[in-house]
């Protein structure tokens, strides 16, 4: 039983990129919007670090920005569709398979506005828009449930998948985010429960949302075990660190050693 492992990080913070690299990730998982706004030589920059380490940028997380509104009565798809094709592009050169729907403000129900519709239009958003661009760029989707202090709609895994099951669409399927689970009472069982619709995984201490580390008392192979067993291919880091790279070098044996406990 394996899993991929990676780290979260900036795509313009080409140094620690390497160094996650040189510690053994597998993979880096960088912030979408960052990364679609970035001028092209940073863009560039960025690219050739991954080929000179012959690192993998294998997902990326803060899909839609926002200001970029997908619920309310001004939704803007023209404006929609120019930022999800320019940042879909991009990802297939940076060989991204995994893109975060995350995104709590811009899916954000404005206060008053019918959350059945709201819910129709996230449903329209994935089906006729960010699901079909990313597809024809090689990219699955991961819809992230998030806290409750975070945003209104789409809190639970279970409802994550519910939206991707009502999208209909392969390439967007939900996420299972160990801070989000724990905040929100969801159980690990969630995960391995819905084998084969979980594209996506983040982990971290789950009350305190630092990087995995050896005395944080906490056993990260029950998580991990229910990622493997979704059938679920990546799980990154997505945490606090307060001494890089020795939080980042510890993170990664800490998670080695629980999935070897599995």
């Known amino acids: ?38 001028p092209e030589d940073e863009f560039e920059a960025f690219l050739k670090v991954l080929e000179e380490t012959n690192f993998k940028c294998e997902a990326a997380n803060c899909f839609i920005p926002g200001e970029i509104k997908l619920t309310g009565e001004n939704v803007d798809y023209d404006k929609v569709r120019e930022f999800v094709s320019k940042g879909m592009a991009r990802a297939e050169r940076a060989g991204i398979k995994s893109v975060v729907f995350g ?40 819809i992230e449930p998030l806290r409750s202090q975070e945003t209104n709609i789409i809190n639970k895994v279970s409802e994550g ?58 056993d990260y192979s029950v998580f991990l075990k229910a990622v493997i067993e979704s059938g679920c291919e990546r799980c990154s880091v997505e945490g606090r660190l307060d001494n890089f790279p020795e939080d980042a070098v510890e ?3 800490v998670l080695k050693n629980a999935v070897k406990n599995i």
Do not use: W
């Open 251 to 253: 993170a990664l044996e």
């Open 103 to 142: 995104s709590g403000g811009a899916r954000r129900v404005p206060e008053g506005f019918p959350m059945d519709k709201a819910y129709e239009q996230l449903v329209k958003f994935l089906k006729e828009y960010a699901g079909p661009i990313a597809a024809r760029h090689g990219v699955a989707i991961a």
């Open 161 to 218: 998948v519910e939206l991707a099951r009502k999208v209909g669409l392969p390439n967007v399927k939900g996420l299972g985010d160990i801070y989000h689970m724990a905040t929100e009472y969801d159980s690990d069982d969630e995960l391995a429960k819905f084998r084969g619709e979980i594209q996506h995984t983040h982990i971290s201490h789950p009350l305190t949302r630092y990087a995995p580390k050896k005395d944080d008392g906490y």
């Open 1 to 38: 039983m394996s899993v991929k492992l990676g780290m979260c990080t900036s795509a313009k913070d080409l140094e620690r990129i390497k160094k996650l690299a040189e510690i053994g990730y597998d993979y880096v998982e960088i912030n979408f919007t960052g990364m679609t706004e970035m």
